[in-house]
Antibody, heavy 121, light 107 residues
Framework: EVKLLESGGGLVQPGGSMRLSCAASGFTFTDFYMNWIRQPAGKAPEWLGFIRNKANGYTTEYNPSVKGRFTISRDNTQNMLYLQMNTLRAEDTATYYC????????????WGQGASVTVSS | DIQMTQSPSFLSASVGDRVTINCKASQNINKYLNWYQQKLGEAPKRLIYNTNNLQTGIPSRFSGSGSGTDYTLTISSLQPEDFATYFCLQHNSFPLTFGSGTKLEIK
């Protein structure tokens, strides 16, 4: 069974940093692109970026809205995905999801349950 | 960025009704369009991928169609468990972008 489990959310002050984690299981992690998506309460999701799979050199793509502040990385030995968020703003408050994309399974076929991030003083 | 204009924003319907939800892209997205269902407090769940491919385990009352800039999700006969919010996602171009959502409510 495919499982994605985010952790590391919580309350952070404006200007602060936070790292989210996503633990993956039930599939061959290195075969898949891994995405981060966020969703403010009551609003549409926003794709933040992804990190490619082994075959594509684990390179990254970002939404310009967060490029330079957010960094996506992965630890393929631990089947972990990370989102490092810096210089956080109130508008970064959202639920953050990880999701996988695969060549046969398609784009964002499985999602985690989400981690809540609140940026407030 | 490709803008995804989703309509309607709200839809009130009854069990057994046939409903359609639309997404219009600001440019051709070559059928790279997914549909997701989201219930309150849950993650989005993929229903349809690449315009018209039904996700494994999703009932056949859900279907998708479209091409170019115009795409449609159809639910042929609404069931009580279908009342939720629906989003489209284009994955033709970076950044990937979602529609604004359609909240489907019980009439």
């Amino acid at each position: 069974e495919v499982k994605l489990l985010e952790s590391g959310g919580g309350l952070v002050q404006p200007g602060g940093s936070m790292r989210l984690s996503c633990a993956a299981s039930g599939f061959t992690f290195t075969d898949f692109y891994m995405n981060w998506i966020r969703q403010p309460a009551g609003k549409a999701p926003e794709w933040l970026g992804f990190i490619r799979n082994k075959a594509n050199g684990y390179t990254t793509e970002y939404n310009p809205s967060v490029k330079g502040r957010f960094t996506i990385s992965r630890d393929n030995t631990q089947n972990m995905l990370y989102l490092q968020m810096n210089t956080l703003r109130a508008e970064d408050t959202a639920t953050y999801y990880c999701a996988r994309s695969g060549s046969s399974s398609g784009v964002m076929d499985a999602w985690g349950q989400g981690a809540s991030v609140t940026v407030s003083s | 960025d490709i803008q995804m204009t989703q309509s309607p924003s709200f839809l009130s319907a009854s069990v057994g009704d046939r409903v359609t939800i639309n997404c219009k892209a600001s440019q051709n997205i070559n059928k790279y369009l997914n549909w997701y269902q989201q219930k309150l407090g849950e993650a989005p769940k993929r229903l349809i991928y690449n315009t018209n491919n039904l996700q494994t385990g999703i009932p056949s009352r859900f279907s998708g169609s479209g091409s170019g800039t115009d795409y449609t999700l159809t639910i042929s006969s609404l069931q009580p468990e279908d009342f939720a919010t629906y989003f489209c996602l284009q994955h033709n171009s970076f950044p990937l972008t979602f529609g604004s959502g359609t909240k489907l409510e019980i009439k």
